[in-house]
């Protein structure tokens, strides 16, 4: 008979513990700001500064801009979630 539990946890679970350090920290503390300044970027009072009769590259600017900030988040996102972190300190 198989044991799923390894070291105090059960496997594909976090413990309490586990979870409540994910919220905690710097990194937390950057996607949070990045949460933010994305709901800004795409509210209407900043989203209106795109609202011109121009074009970028032959694409109209609005379009262009919302593609631009939202490929951006994603990018930003992906950096801060795949970056190494510091080394942990458990014993």
Known sequence: MEHNVHHGLVRGHRTRDEETKVFKGLGA????????????L???P???LWDRDATLL??????????????LLIAISAWLMERPGPPSQED
């Open 42 to 44: 795409f509210s209407f």
């Open 29 to 40: 503390q950057r996607l949070l700001a990045l949460f933010v300044g994305g709901w800004l």
């Open 58 to 71: 032959g694409i109209p600017l609005f379009p262009a801009a919302l593609f631009i900030i939202w490929a």
């Open 46 to 48: 900043l989203l209106g």
